[in-house]
């Protein structure tokens, strides 16, 4: 099994990956424990000092005046965690979960955190045994960090409240912890409060959105190619000396993999022989790699923030290399916040473009020569008409998600922290988002491969035959009399959520981007 390791410069995307969706095992570096004890004793020294230091000696946030004496410390600790555990709804996927653990993980061994060693170690144990606290989907304003979804996980470090065992079964936290033989930490200054101050959960979503989204816009690429391809319109609009005169980095690229689907089609252009020729085509497929291409250009961007923000050391207060234990306001999440509201809106954008391609292929009065709803027999069958209303309703739901969470702010604690990102609600919406997206463009799959094979006696590109005889192959059925579609449709949902349309064409075209 793949193992990664948690040093004191930061994690990767894939390490995040790996270990929320792979189950990774975790090894923290020799480095980060020099670290940790390093920075550990800076705060052991300043809590035996009488000058109070926030989240070693204080209380929070707005109760953040009051000095705490050294008998009640650690009950400062565990109480901190156990209020903030107030999460509320329905329970946050595992995968979620383990990101938000992990890249704590990351903060804490940066040395920057003021937790013992063996509180870090604590932390790679449950990660390691298959323990997933129970996170509950509202709690996070994304400010102070990711503070409810955090506590619950902290909380189960210490033994109390629920978490999810290997085998998916909601136990009592203190059980799984005893039964994989970890003891659960006894938190002292400070350590409760570096447990739940980042911005892990939004971030953790974010990169883990990014992977989905980098898929699904390869994917629409080859959809993009392959509607084009049904309807009979032109390659030209995709030569690279077209988009070089206005370089957008996204645009060539998404050009550049629908050429490389249609090299070699005997449908592309075939329209110029009709005996109503079209100049051009329509936006939705001409402007294919416009969309795209300013979409990737968007990913782009949220990889670079991502990235950043994997790099950093989240938390208040921060112990210095200096030795000095000082207050910020790093563990704002608008950063985060502001690039998940944009892949909501390019996604939104995506979805809407691919579904205007599918209307295209099923409207006789559009489609150059396909039946209508590409049915069988049009007005016995109904053919793809309601497949399309699916594919509507989830851009529409789309467009909703599309609105940003992080324009909004809402002041809690008594005022002190009074404007915050939301940068966990738009991490949320977007996960939605990227799951209605692959749905979308599975229809569009579904449309558009049924519509090249009702084209009959012309040759569709031999990356295309790749796409259709692997979808045929996934248990999606071709033409033909009406039928119950939603198997159809959920198994193209599966095949492209699974890389399948990807894997299917790559060997034909080449690697694609």
Not at 110 to 135: C, F, K, W, Y
Not at 176 to 201: Q, S
Not at 210 to 217: E, H, N, S, T
Not at 337 to 355: C, H, N, Q, R, T
Request: charged share 20%.
């Amino acid at each position: 099994m793949h193992t990664v390791v948690v040093g004191t410069s930061g994690t990767t995307a894939d390490d995040v990956v790996a270990v929320a969706r792979l189950g990774a095992r975790i090894e923290i570096s020799a480095e980060a424990q020099v670290a940790l004890a390093a920075a550990r004793a800076v705060v052991d020294t300043l809590a035996a000092k009488p000058e109070p230091v926030y989240g070693v000696s204080t209380g929070f946030g707005a109760l953040a005046s009051r000095h705490i004496s050294h008998e009640l410390r650690a009950q400062l600790q565990r109480n901190i965690v156990r209020s903030h555990a107030a999460g509320m709804g329905p329970r946050v996927e595992r995968e979620v979960v383990r990101a938000l653990m992990f890249l704590r993980l990351k903060t804490v061994c940066s040395g920057h955190t003021g937790v013992r060693p063996e509180v870090a170690q604590t932390m790679a144990d449950v990660l390691n045994a298959g323990i997933t606290p129970v996170v509950h989907e509202y709690g996070s304003l994304g400010c102070s960090g990711d503070l409810a979804p955090l506590s619950h996980c902290a909380l189960t470090l210490m033994g109390e409240g629920d978490a999810e065992g290997p085998d998916g079964v909601v136990r009592p936290a203190g059980e799984l912890l005893t039964e994989h033989g970890i003891a659960p930490v006894e938190l002292r200054e400070k350590e409760g409060l570096a447990l739940l101050n980042g911005t892990d959960g939004m971030l953790g979503m974010l990169v883990m959105a990014l992977a989905d989204l980098q898929r699904l816009y390869t994917s629409a690429d080859i959809t993009a190619a392959l509607s084009l391809e049904a309807l009979l319109g032109t390659d030209k609009v995709l030569a690279p000396e077209l988009h070089a005169i206005r370089p957008h980095p996204g645009q060539g690229v998404s050009a550049a993999n629908m050429s490389a689907v249609l090299k070699g089609s005997g449908l592309v252009g075939h329209f110029q022989h009709d005996e109503a020729p079209r100049v051009q085509d329509a936006y939705s497929v001409r402007c294919a790699p416009q969309v795209a291409g300013a979409g990737r250009d968007t990913l782009a961007h949220a990889r670079l923030v991502a990235e950043r923000e994997l790099a950093s050391a989240v938390d208040n207060p921060v112990v210095l290399p200096d030795g000095r234990v000082e207050s910020n306001g790093n563990f704002h999440g608008a950063p985060v916040a502001y690039v998940l509201d944009f892949l909501a809106i390019v996604a939104a954008d995506l979805g809407s473009i691919a579904e205007r391609r599918t209307d295209r292929l099923l409207d006789k009065n559009r489609s150059h020569g396909l039946p209508p709803f590409l049915a069988d027999d049009a007005g016995v069958d109904s053919g793809l008409m309601i497949a399309q209303y699916t594919q509507a309703a989830l851009v529409s739901e789309m467009k909703r998600l599309a609105v940003p969470a992080s324009a909004d702010s809402i002041p809690s604690s008594a005022m002190q922290e009074d404007h915050v990102s939301m940068g966990w609600s738009a991490a949320r919406k977007l996960r939605t988002a990227v799951g209605n997206l692959n749905r979308i463009i599975a229809v569009e799959l579904y449309a558009a491969t049924r519509g090249i094979e009702l084209r009959h006696g012309l040759t569709p590109a031999p990356a295309s035959q790749a796409a259709i005889e692997a979808l045929r192959a996934a248990g999606v059925q071709g033409p033909g009399p009406d039928r119950f579609l939603a198997p159809d449709l959920e198994a193209a949902d599966v095949f492209v959520r699974e890389g399948g349309l990807i894997a299917a064409v790559e060997p034909v075209t080449g690697p694609l981007a």
